[in-house]
């Protein structure tokens, strides 16, 4: 009987030492948020019916495997939200505080007010000499904005380059962790502390890419990502990122690698498979998937809306437009227009119904025929057949161009050198030309409209903007490159006298060009938060600015607060994680109690055998 007492007090002994020794390991590492709350059970070890002892279980982690599982799922959406928004509040400041004389809306003010001004004293020289100063300042600060613009995208670029390296980082240490559970848990091991290793690993990588874990029969695990992707099993993938060191506006991706001009992520398989992850849009969400996003569609968003002010700003002024002239020849009847005034980038609009369909036809002129075909979106109109036409080699070879792009039902000649004239079938009538007309860039300061071109693409030679397709789109980037007319800097009379003729008091001129920017509408390029392919937005160009700048801060706010709510989510998550897995000083603290009293009541009994035994052998 002693004997039997003196086992189960020795098993109690030991089950309590253990016990004290996880809840000293448990408490060392409180603060460790990556240390998951261990515990031991204690089981009854019984011969037949009679209990000879108690037995400690291995230690067990006290987690909640499906919580965890959301956890990481979220982590993955709140890094993604939180990236988005910290760039987009700084793409938000760069715009200048609402209100604030710095703003980019301000500034446009400040020039359309002096403007203003001058149709109010057409002959003040320093009147003049404000419009043009006003008109540098907007043209500096539209330059500033594009330039921030680009140099965030290029923070983007590094910072893909950085979360890329990371991950790999990550990768390997979970590789090595996993091999270690592998070789533990063959040799009936429970590495509970290798696990909490792993955890904190693959942690790191949800953080980064949004993340499925599944664990492998030898306890090891594999890891894809929410889009297949295979990322970890047993040898982890590598990740490459071709970082570019500079981003301009032309700056995209592409899934072919001779048009891509910025970096990519290609994943690196250990069996030599290679894979675009971008193309396959491997990263839904995540810190990856945030930064990508932002590089590819925010920040290039930003940048098209600036370039369509700029253009509008521009054109709004040097925009001219020519009428067709009616004209008959025979029983066809259509309309005759000049084109020698068209600048590549500049339109003729025609009106035609070709059979039951009536249209509108958009003929761009574009010289390089390396950009030809060009696509719908050449033009802001939703509903027009964009063509594209060269005018290098006269108007009789366009005119012939022309006639080939609308068919046999139409005619399309130039009788006189410098003119297309456009006609319909005649007595057949299954065509109409109903209206033509084209608006032509004015590049002449004394020209016989207000048109004036005080905005130019500087660096090119005219410094003029037209929105043409030579070699690329004029109109990207352009916020880089606008500034004031040189010619116009050193002749401001021009800036009121239309002609030889003007009387220097003659407000025609100035309160035609304020009407442009403040009265006259146009068609402006649709990009995300301002319109859309089928509805672009029509606006004055001072309405557009402040639409513009309102949709940043309205974009801005919207992803604080998708960030806010995705925290809020996030730290609930982490809250109830953190119940059932994390240490609790004051459970260990009456734990320890328990087995003091425990490990004190086992020596007593030890004590007591010890007695009777002694007490035996004495008799």
Do not use: C, H, W
Not at 37 to 50: F, H, M, N, P, V
Not at 471 to 488: D, E, H, K, T
């Amino acid at each position: 009987m002693s004997v039997s007492a003196l086992s189960s007090a020795i098993s109690g002994l030991r089950a309590s030492q253990a016990g004290m020794g996880l809840i000293a390991q448990n408490v060392a590492n409180a603060d460790n948020p990556n240390y998951t709350r261990k515990s031991l059970e204690s089981r009854t070890q019984a011969i037949g019916e009679r209990v000879v002892g108690v037995r400690s279980t291995t230690a067990q982690r006290s987690l909640d495997t499906l919580l965890q599982r959301t956890l990481r799922t979220e982590v993955a959406g709140g890094s993604y939200a939180d990236v988005r928004a910290r760039y987009m509040d700084r793409l938000d400041a760069l715009y200048g505080p609402p209100g604030s004389g710095s703003a980019l809306d301000a500034m446009f003010s400040a020039f359309t007010g002096a403007l203003q001004g001058l149709a109010t004293s057409p002959e003040s020289p320093t009147a003049r000499g404000r419009v043009l100063s006003e008109a540098n300042i907007l043209a500096q600060r539209i330059n500033g904005i594009s330039e921030d613009i680009q140099a965030l995208r290029l923070e983007t670029e590094q910072g893909i380059g950085d979360a890329v390296a990371r991950l790999n980082d990550a990768l390997q240490r979970l590789s090595s962790i996993d091999r270690q559970i592998i070789a533990n848990s063959g040799g009936g091991g429970n590495p509970v502390n290798l696990l909490d290793q792993r955890d904190a690993a693959i942690n790191e990588i949800a953080r980064l890419v949004d993340v499925r874990v599944d664990v492998n029969q030898d306890n090891s695990v594999a890891v894809f990502t929410r889009s297949g992707m295979l990322l970890y099993d047993r040898m982890p993938v590598v990740l490459e990122f071709d970082q570019r060191a500079s981003l301009t506006p032309n700056s995209v991706y592409d899934t072919n690698a001779a048009v891509r001009s910025v970096g990519t992520i290609m994943l690196r398989a250990p069996n030599g498979l290679a894979v675009d992850m971008l193309a396959q849009g491997a990263f839904r969400a995540g810190e990856i998937a945030g930064l990508v996003s932002l590089r590819d569609d925010v920040l290039p968003n930003a940048q098209r809306q600036l370039d369509e002010f700029a253009a509008g700003l521009a054109r709004s002024l040097s925009d001219r437009a020519v009428a067709g002239t009616a004209t008959t020849l025979g029983a066809q009847a259509g309309f005759s227009l000049d084109v020698t005034a068209l600048q590549p980038g500049d339109a003729i609009t025609l009106t035609i119904r070709d059979g039951a369909t009536a249209r509108t036809v958009s003929i761009v002129r574009v010289d390089d025929p390396t950009m030809l075909p060009l696509p719908q979106t050449a033009t802001a109109r939703p509903d027009d057949q964009v063509i594209g036409i060269s005018f290098a080699g006269g108007s009789a070879a366009a005119a012939a161009a022309i006639q080939t792009a609308l068919g046999a039902n139409f005619q399309v000649d130039s009788p006189v050198a410098g003119t297309i004239r456009f006609l319909d079938d005649g007595a057949p009538n299954l065509s109409d030309v109903t209206a033509a007309s084209a608006i032509v860039t004015e590049t002449s300061l004394a020209g016989t409209t207000a048109a004036l071109p005080i905005f130019g693409d500087i660096g090119r030679s005219p410094p003029i903007y037209s929105g043409s397709f030579e070699g690329r789109s004029q109109l990207v980037g352009f916020a880089q490159r606008i500034g004031v007319n040189p010619s116009l800097a050193a002749d401001p009379s021009r800036l009121v006298l239309i002609g030889n003729a003007t009387a220097v008091g003659d407000p025609t001129r100035p309160n035609a060009l304020l009407d442009r920017l403040t009265k006259s509408t146009r068609l402006f390029g649709a990009t995300d938060g301002l319109g859309s392919p089928s509805a672009p937005p029509s606006a004055t160009v001072a309405s557009f600015v402040q639409r513009m700048v309102a949709s940043q801060g309205q974009q801005a706010e919207t992803a604080k607060r998708l960030s806010e709510g995705q925290e809020v989510v996030v730290n609930g998550l982490q809250t109830r994680f953190d119940a059932s897995a994390r240490v609790n000083i004051d459970e260990e603290m009456a734990r320890l109690i328990e087995l003091q009293q425990t490990f004190q009541a086992s020596a007593r009994i030890i004590s007591t055998v010890d007695e009777m035994m002694r007490a035996l052998l004495q008799t």
